[in-house]
Nanobody
Framework: VQLQASGGGLVQAGGSLRLACAASGRTFSDYTIAWFRQAPGKEREFVALIGGSGRGSWNDYTDSVKGRFTISRDNAKNAGYLQMNSLKPEDTAVYYC??????????????????WGQGTLVTVSS
């Protein structure tokens, strides 16, 4: 599976962006899709995930984005999305989409995902 993230940019605090993750591969629906982010000087952190086949009930968010971000997927288009509303300066980071078949203990960690997109930069000005 190859992933390509897009949709990043510069936005003022309180604004919105929608990130997209385009995937290749016939088994896209089997994979859990996740978004991670990495700010300068910080470790890559989990943002949100949505389960694939057999993990359809998975829909998790890190606490700092709950109520503001929404993850979704369209298996027919081999795509995943991250709608980000009420953006804050602390949301500034490079955002990465990832795909994999994590287990419960790894679903919010980078090691749970085998495939990664190249990242898209989100900058939120105050």
């Amino acid at each position: 599976v190859q992933l390509q993230a897009s949709g990043g940019g510069l936005v003022q605090a309180g604004g919105s962006l929608r990130l997209a993750c385009a995937a290749s591969g016939r088994t896209f629906s089997d994979y859990t899709i996740a978004w991670f982010r990495q700010a300068p000087g910080k470790e890559r952190e989990f943002v949100a995930l949505i389960g694939g086949s057999g993990r359809g009930s998975w829909n998790d968010y890190t606490d700092s984005v709950k109520g503001r971000f929404t993850i979704s997927r369209d298996n027919a288009k081999n795509a995943g999305y991250l709608q980000m509303n009420s953006l804050k300066p602390e949301d500034t980071a490079v955002y990465y989409c990832a795909a994999g078949r994590p287990i419960l203990s790894t679903k919010t960690t980078p090691r749970g995902y085998l495939y990664w997109g190249q990242g898209t930069l989100v900058t939120v000005s105050s």
